[in-house]
T-cell receptor, first 116, second 113 residues
Framework: NAGVMQNPRHLVRRRGQEARLRCSPMKGHSHVYWYRQLPEEGLKFMVYLQKENIIDESGMPKERFSAEFPKEGPSILRIQQVVRGDSAAYFC??????????????FGQGTRLTVV | GDSVTQMEGPVTLSEEAFLTINCTYTATGYPSLFWYVQYPGEGIQLLLKATKADDKGSNKGFEATYRKETTSFHLEKGSVQVSDSAVYFCALSDPGTASKLTFGTGTRLQVTL
């Protein structure tokens, strides 16, 4: 059973370009979470999605950032018109159900975005 | 809101030394508490967890006890190895916001021979 797969592992974009980060959850997992890790900081929650629905996007910047988790295919985190401050590691996690006492989130290896 | 505070790194220890990484939290409810680990070049893995007061989580020789009275979840290991070198994250999941984990900033541990 493959783990959470993120691609690409490294992504370089020039300022103003678009970045698309992909996350394939573990088999049987319908809950996906995106986190961002800025240099020297912890992971910050961005968005929580279930199939075709955004459940909680309280951590998403209001502009330029969007996320989707379609019925078929991976979850996509999209950043339009990237700026240098978007440079970070973006981690995806998945779970079988809502996080709770007996539900664990499994993380991918992350995508390191560098904006030049 | 919820928050997690953990000791700053890096922490440098000799092999077989005793490890403590402090973690304290604030939460509105009764959270579950976690330690995650990120080995060099790898993703983030759950190391251990505790879901209620006085629970002790343990794995790979690491332990942490959920202390409600001090709102702490300190990570300990009696004898570290070079292979334990990694970044360790303390985190909580609040039942009121079960959709998200709140992480500390991470503590880098470097173990030398």
């Amino acid at each position: 059973n493959a783990g959470v797969m993120q691609n690409p592992r490294h992504l370089v974009r020039r300022r103003g370009q678009e970045a698309r980060l992909r996350c394939s959850p573990m088999k049987g997992h319908s809950h996906v979470y995106w986190y961002r890790q800025l240099p020297e900081e912890g992971l910050k929650f961005m968005v929580y999605l279930q199939k075709e629905n955004i459940i909680d996007e309280s951590g998403m910047p209001k502009e330029r950032f969007s996320a989707e988790f379609p019925k078929e295919g991976p979850s996509i985190l999209r950043i339009q018109q990237v700026v240098r401050g978007d440079s970070a590691a973006y981690f995806c996690a998945s779970s079988r159900r809502d996080l709770g006492v007996n539900t664990e989130a499994f993380f991918g290896q992350g995508t390191r975005l560098t904006v030049v | 809101g919820d928050s997690v505070t953990q000791m700053e790194g890096p922490v440098t220890l000799s092999e077989e030394a005793f490890l403590t990484i402090n973690c304290t939290y604030t939460a509105t409810g009764y959270p579950s508490l976690f330690w995650y680990v990120q080995y060099p070049g790898e993703g983030i893995q759950l190391l251990l967890k505790a879901t209620k007061a006085d629970d002790k989580g343990s794995n790979k020789g690491f332990e942490a006890t959920y202390r409600k009275e001090t709102t702490s979840f300190h990570l300990e290991k009696g004898s570290v190895q070079v292979s334990d070198s990694a970044v360790y994250f303390c985190a909580l999941s609040d039942p009121g916001t079960a959709s998200k984990l709140t992480f500390g900033t991470g503590t880098r541990l470097q173990v030398t021979l």
